[in-house]
C-alpha cells in the first residue's frame, strides 16, 4: 500500500521551463514533507522540506507548495538547467518517529 | 566527511548464495535504515535501528536480517538470496528523536549497491 503517490513518473523540460513534480498522500499524522534529489549512481540526498504550517517554501529556485486540505504537495523548479536532470522524490514522516515513507519517484530531464 | 559509507558498491550473487551489505556512518546517529530501490517502486523500508542493539522491521523485510552491534555500523544480511532480491540498496542514517524537532528527519544516504542475483 503506497501511502504517497508521486506523479509523473518522467518529465521532460526545456532549458529554462518550470519542472512540476506532484505527490498525494493519505496518512493526516504526517507531519514533515522533504524532497529528495538523486543523481546517476548516488544517494539521495534532502533538497527542500515543509512543515504542514506553512503552504509554501522557497529555496532559490526550488519551491514546495503545500495543500492540508487536499492532502497534496508538489515541487515547482523554476528556469530549469540541465543540471537538475535527476530522479526526484517525495517523502512523508508523521509525528511518532522519524520514518520516511517514500513516493515512486520522477525521472527530470532537462533539455539544453 | 565520509558521511555514511557502503560496501560493496557492487555484487553479483548466484541464487542460494549469502551475502551481508556493510554500512557505517561517522555522524553519531541513533536512527539507521536500509532501503531497497527498484524502477517505479521508489524507496522500499527494509529493516531499521533507532539505537544500538535494536532492529525493526519496515516494509518488505522478508529475505533479510539486520545487526546493529555498534552504533555507527549496520549490517543487511542475505542468507539465501533469490533473483527477486535484484535491487540497489541503500543506507540511510539520521539524528532520530535526539536530533530535536528540526533535524530528526533529516535521513543522509550512502552511494548504494547494486546487486544482481542470477
Known amino acids: 500500500q503506497q501511502q504517497v503517490k508521486q506523479s509523473p513518473q518522467s518529465l521532460i523540460v526545456q532549458k529554462g521551463g518550470i519542472s512540476i513534480i506532484n505527490c498525494a498522500y493519505e496518512?493526516?499524522?504526517?507531519?514533515?514533507f522533504p524532497w529528495y534529489q538523486q543523481f546517476p549512481g548516488k544517494g539521495p540526498a534532502l533538497l527542500i522540506a515543509?512543515?504542514?504550517?506553512?503552504s509554501e517554501k522557497k529555496e532559490g529556485r526550488f519551491t514546495i507548495s503545500f495543500n492540508k486540505s487536499a492532502k497534496q504537495f508538489s515541487l515547482h523548479i523554476m528556469d530549469s538547467q540541465p543540471g537538475d536532470s535527476a530522479t526526484y522524490f517525495c517523502a512523508a514522516a508523521g509525528t511518532s518517529g522519524s520514518r520516511l515513507t517514500f513516493g515512486e519517484g520522477t525521472q527530470l530531464t532537462v533539455n539544453p | 566527511n565520509a558521511g555514511v559509507t557502503q560496501t560493496p558498491k557492487f555484487r553479483v550473487l548466484k541464487t542460494g548464495q549469502s551475502m551481508t551489505l556493510l554500512c557505517a556512518q561517522d555522524m553519531n546517529h541513533e536512527y539507521m535504515y536500509w532501503y531497497r530501490q527498484d524502477p517505479g517502486m521508489g524507496l522500499r523500508l527494509i529493516h531499521y535501528s533507532v539505537g544500538e542493539g535494536t532492529t525493526a522491521k519496515g516494509e518488505v523485510p522478508d529475505g533479510y536480517n539486520v545487526s546493529r552491534l555498534k552504533k555507527q555500523n549496520f549490517l543487511l544480511g542475505l542468507e539465501s538470496a533469490a533473483p527477486s532480491q535484484t535491487s540497489v540498496y541503500f543506507c540511510a542514517s539520521s539524528y532520530g528523536l535526539a536530533g530535536g524537532t528540526l533535524a530528526k528527519n533529516i535521513q543522509y544516504f550512502g552511494a548504494g549497491t547494486r546487486l544482481s542475483v542470477l
Open positions: 496518512n493526516t499524522a504526517f507531519d514533515y
Open positions: 515543509i512543515r504542514p504550517d506553512v
